[in-house]
């Protein structure tokens, strides 16, 4: 999480970073999965049917909007809606997208790989998607307001003031 921070802050103390980026690569490759009715569709209908008890109404509410949530302007317009500063975001940063290695006998993280998907996002798709896809979802529950306050207190550290946006934003 810590590493999230830092590439959140240098892009946020950098934001002539977010050139090099191509600006809709990702929203492209979302909104192109959609058009083709693959993988966001088909996996909610998939989840409906394995856990229709615990997630029926709600995948039935994300279906009914998905145009909306899969719609370019709805995801460039979320920092502006929110009113936060974009950061990097990596998009898929989950285990397999972390390389580690052994210093002083703990692990550190060397490199975080895969970085196709980057884009100028918002801060919470990665700390989201990291929490998500590494712990169970008692340890989310029990644990996630502390994980949210340790990246944002990271993060004040790293800019050396406050964030432009709030921790409840985040």
Do not use: F
């Given at each position: 999480l810590d590493a999230?921070?830092?590439?959140?802050?240098?892009?946020?103390?950098?934001?002539e970073c977010f050139k090099s980026i191509h600006p809709n690569k990702f929203i492209d490759n979302l909104v192109q999965a959609h058009d083709e009715r693959s993988s966001p569709l088909v996996l909610l209908k998939d989840l409906k049917v394995r856990?229709?008890?615990?997630?029926?109404?709600?995948?039935?509410?994300?279906?009914?909007?998905i145009d909306e949530i899969f719609n370019k302007n709805t995801i460039n317009e979320l920092n502006a809606k929110f009113g936060m500063q974009p950061t990097l975001a990596h998009c898929e940063l989950w285990t397999q997208n972390l390389i580690w290695k052994e210093h002083d006998k703990?692990?550190?993280?060397?490199?975080?790989?895969?970085?196709?998907?980057v884009h100028e996002g918002n801060p919470s798709e990665d700390i989201a998607f990291m929490i998500a896809s590494s712990l169970s979802a008692d340890d989310r529950h029990q644990h996630a307001d502390t994980i949210?306050?340790?990246?944002?207190?990271?993060?004040?550290?790293?800019?050396q003031q406050q964030p432009p946006f709030t921790l409840q934003q985040v």
């Open positions: 999230v921070s830092e590439v959140h802050a240098y892009s946020i103390k950098h934001p856990y229709k008890e615990k997630l029926g109404n709600t995948i039935d509410e994300i279906i009914k909007n703990k692990r550190e993280l060397a490199a975080i790989i895969d970085w196709e998907c949210l306050k340790h990246y944002y207190d990271h993060l004040t550290e790293l800019l």
